[in-house]
């Protein structure tokens, strides 16, 4: 009895003295600096010779005076590169992670996969995520709430990644053929106002961050863009989703599902072509965002084999991305507002900045594509006085880069150097960095 007072006894106080160091951590007021020999804001400014003064996870001050930094605190110099805020991904499938496993197309492995084992696995996509630039991602649909545990993961320290912004189960109409056996209801199936009323209540208590409708059909290898929902149905989710105070995106490959989504409200449009001058119009004036995602049809292309496509997918996929980029095009030209989406799935990871590109050749200036993975992406989430720019009160999420991306959007794509995500380090690939710097 009284051994086992004891040794529960010294039981307690180890757990007491493992949970009070372990909670020493985080509360810490670690003040650290970073000095870029160039900072671009997000807010406007390019800076020369800018420090940066991080207090824990948060930016304290920016400043030129190199002599306003404390006295005694860990410095990172940065100075041969560039500086940016972390970018933000607004549309990623991280929990669809797949490997190189060899001869197993990426399809197959994506058949039931056990839930702990993909989480598990998704990881190596979240780093590479990260050394792309990307410290936030608002990931657009998953299964069994993967991304509900990845996110919650991610922000307990216990795996490293991007911020997760989730949207559980995509809402999606019944599309599977009658069956006399029935067919077990997948989540996310929702037909009619009732139903998607309660599938997006069903995601809001499950703890998503936003709400994703599919408006059309389309993924994959398939480019149609049929219609799915009625206006009646998008509208409904909308609603209740801004009544939760939760944004909506809206999937749609074709015209006709993008036009129902921005009438019905939509705070995004994911991927839509051929968008009709009304409906690009009407984006313009409500401020709806649009999220091409023309980068993940290239890597479609590129991988398809690997993937598990039937013959054909090339010549679908290489006739869909010219009226992709021709829609963006003519969108940006109307002034309607761009956030940067990858739609990052499968091995796509660490490619997620390539539709920056993409950008560009729709016509933006470096800068404008920039902007669509900072202070638009930020604002698109409702986060925009916490992401998507260096300044006091952001979190201190930042990404050196060799060069000048403001000339050169491939900078931004292909020289990732160093990030920073929440005040810590995680991506150096400095050339001679110093261990501990
Ligand atoms: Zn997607």
């Known amino acids: 009895m009284r051994w086992n007072r004891l040794i529960l006894g010294v039981l307690v106080a180890v757990v007491l003295a493992a949970h009070t160091s372990a909670q020493e951590k985080p509360a810490a007021k670690v003040v650290k600096v970073v000095r870029f020999g160039k900072l671009w804001d997000a807010k406007g400014k390019l800076w020369t010779n800018a420090t940066v003064v991080i207090d824990g996870n948060k930016i304290l001050n920016v400043t030129s005076d190199s002599s306003a930094a404390p006295a005694g605190v860990e410095v990172i110099d940065l100075s041969k590169y560039t500086g940016l805020p972390g970018l933000i991904d607004a549309h990623t499938h991280m929990t669809f992670y797949t490997d190189e496993t060899p001869g197993v197309p990426l399809l197959k492995q994506m058949i039931n996969p056990v839930p702990a084992v993909e989480v598990f696995l998704a990881r190596k996509g979240a780093l590479r995520t990260l050394a792309a630039g990307v410290t936030t991602v608002r990931d657009l649909g998953a299964d069994q709430y993967m991304d509900i545990a990845m996110r919650d993961l991610i922000n307990r320290g216990e795996m490293i990644g991007p911020r997760m912004f989730v949207c559980g189960y995509g809402l999606y109409i019944t599309a599977t053929p009658f069956k006399k056996e029935g067919t077990p209801p997948a989540g996310g199936i929702a037909d009619g106002v009732p139903e998607v009323l309660r599938a997006v209540r069903q995601q809001i208590a499950a703890g998503a961050d936003v709400i994703k409708m599919y408006g059309s059909t389309g993924t994959d290898d398939d480019v149609t863009g049929f219609e799915t929902y009625t206006f009646e149905e998008m509208k409904a989710a909308v609603d209740m989703a801004h009544q939760f105070g939760k944004k909506i995106a809206i999937h749609s490959y074709g015209p006709d599902g993008a036009r129902d989504a921005v009438r019905a409200g939509a705070d995004s449009v994911e991927h839509a072509t051929d968008m009709d001058d009304a409906t690009i119009h009407e984006m313009a004036k409500r401020g709806t965002y649009y999220v091409p995602t023309i980068d993940h049809n290239r ?113 931004a794509l292909n020289n990732v150097k160093w990030v920073m995500k929440d005040g810590a380090v995680v991506v150096d690939r400095r050339q001679n960095a110093a261990a501990g710097h």
């Open 299 to 411: 890597y479609y292309i590129d991988n398809g084999d690997k993937i598990g496509y039937a013959p054909g997918y090339k010549e679908r996929l290489q006739a869909f991305i010219p009226r992709n980029l021709e829609t963006a095009r003519r969108a940006f030209k109307a002034g309607v507002k761009f956030a940067m989406g990858s739609d990052a799935i499968y091995t796509m990871f660490g490619e997620n900045t390539r539709e920056l590109g993409w950008f560009v050749k729709a016509g933006m200036t470096p800068e404008q594509a920039l902007q669509t993975a900072t202070v638009n992406g930020a604002a698109l989430l409702g986060k925009e006085k916490e992401l998507g720019a260096v300044a006091p009160g952001y979190f201190a999420d930042l990404v050196a880069v060799e060069g000048d991306p403001l000339s050169d959007i491939n900078v």
